[in-house]
């Protein structure tokens, strides 16, 4: 059997007569940028984030810097992420000319552990990007209590998380802005490149429409700016998905469970840990090998396998030759949770068009290979899930 990792095609049969009559609306508009679309597709995703304001960019990288530039971050400035992310995350932070500062993650989240935060603030340090990694969000109310005893700004980056909720709390209840991305692999996919900011403050939300339309809000009259807009096919398609994320969450949700019914009694491996209260919306299923030494040995067994398993990410950004480093990046560490993770993380296919007998195969696929290797396998939690249990990470 062959287990992709993708289902965008089988997600466009099911839902092609919505996604072609959006698509069809907005050819007949003759609008295609900035247009009806785009402002419907706006309204609809603020509504659906409970703020006042969505902003649709050119993609989730740009909607990082754009709010980090509206609220004025830039040279000089430091700004605290983790370095078991997407590339994109401290990428951003460097194309707004501001200092990456990376703090180590939670070893069972793998979110931003709050404990690391506080002691990497400077007087130069003006914001937080938490990301919700995999799907779970960050321990906010931990982060939005630590950013306003210090006056810093929150900017939660929610590529893979859109749907996700805490205990109390929704994503940007409280921070200044969350952006997420839209390319097609996320939760809320177009077929192309493209994201958006979400935001309760007008004047973030009045920046940002200037700053991606060449610094104008009025016709030939420019200031300061980029192109970074989200054009209104794009719009039409994910304004078409929108309507389906719950329930497409929902089911991700329910491969997870039998993804970790079927592999709870591995002993080489842990689970992804969803910590109580959380909605996990499962952007990705990422196990961890219990050794690092068996993590390509296993992926390699699932490739063989017909399987299409990735890993995300198999390099910490703090070990990425290719990030501009010198004024660009500070170290707050140690940063052994993140390089553990790194070391051990394997992402099994996980999209809700997924069939019971292909989720079935991958874990026995999975299982098969712990069988070979249980007996060498150490007690307890795997090198990745050790680390010092922080008060987030301890309520699971
Ligand atoms: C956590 C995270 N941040 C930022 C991005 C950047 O988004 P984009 O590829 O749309 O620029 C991505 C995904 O691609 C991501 O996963």
């Known amino acids: 059997m062959q287990v992709s990792f993708y289902g965008h095609v ?32 706006e309204a609809e995703l603020a509504r659906y984030h409970g703020t006042k304001y969505a902003i649709g960019v050119g993609n989730g990288t740009d909607a990082i810097w754009l709010a980090l530039m509206a609220l004025g971050i830039g040279p000089g400035d430091e700004v605290i ?21 990376f703090v180590d993650c939670c070893p069972k989240t793998k979110c931003i552990c709050p404990a690391n935060i506080e002691a990497a603030i400077t007087p130069k340090t ?13 321990d906010m109310n931990a982060i939005w209590q630590i950013a306003a005893k210090h006056k810093l700004h ?17 994503i940007c209840d409280r921070s200044d802005a969350a952006t997420t991305s839209f390319i097609i692999q ?31 809000d009025k016709r030939n009259v420019h200031s300061f700016g980029f192109n970074s807009r989200l054009d209104d096919l794009h719009a039409g398609i994910l304004s078409a998905k929108l309507k389906h994320i719950d329930e497409w969450n929902d089911q991700r949700r329910k491969w997870a469970a039998r993804y970790s019914a079927g592999l709870k009694d ?35 067994h699932l490739v063989k396998a017909g399987i299409d398993a990735k890993t995300h990410y198999s390099i910490a ?27 051990c993380c394997i992402s099994l296919p996980m999209y809700p068009e997924l069939l019971p007998q ?19 396998a150490p007690e307890g939690k795997g090198i990745a899930q050790r680390g010092k249990t922080c008060p987030s990470c301890s309520k699971a």
Not at 17 to 41: C, T, W
Not at 126 to 138: F, N, R, W
Request: charged fraction near 25%; hydrophobic fraction near 40%; glycine fraction near 8%.
């Open 10 to 41: 089988r997600q466009y049969q099911n839902i092609k007569s919505e996604i072609d009559a959006n698509i069809h609306e907005v050819l007949m508009s003759g609008q295609y940028v900035m247009g009806p679309m785009l402002k419907r597709f």
């Open 81 to 101: 992420t983790h370095p078991n992310t997407f590339f994109a995350t401290a990428e951003a932070i460097w194309i707004a000319g501001a200092t990456a500062v």
């Open 126 to 138: 003006k914001a937080i990007v938490p990301v919700h990694l995999y799907g779970q969000c960050a």
């Open 154 to 170: 929150v900017i939660e980056d929610n590529a893979q998380a859109i749907g996700a909720h805490g205990p109390g709390f929704r």
């Open 186 to 216: 996320k939760n809320l996919g177009t077929f192309g490149d493209s994201g958006a900011v979400v935001t309760n403050n007008p004047d973030i939300d009045a920046r940002i429409r200037k700053l991606r339309n060449h610094g104008s």
């Open 266 to 300: 591995c002993r080489t491996i842990d689970l992804p840990v969803e910590l109580p209260g959380y909605r996990h919306v499962y952007h990705l299923y990422v196990i961890e090998t219990k050794k690092p030494e068996w993590r390509d040995m296993l992926l390699d």
């Open 317 to 343: 950004i703090h070990k990425q030759a290719g990030y501009p480093w010198g004024k660009n990046a500070r170290i707050v560490g140690p940063l052994t949770n993140a390089e553990a993770n790194a070391a």
């Open 358 to 376: 292909e989720v079935d195969y991958v874990i026995e696929k999975v299982r098969e290979w712990d069988a070979k290797f249980a007996a060498e």
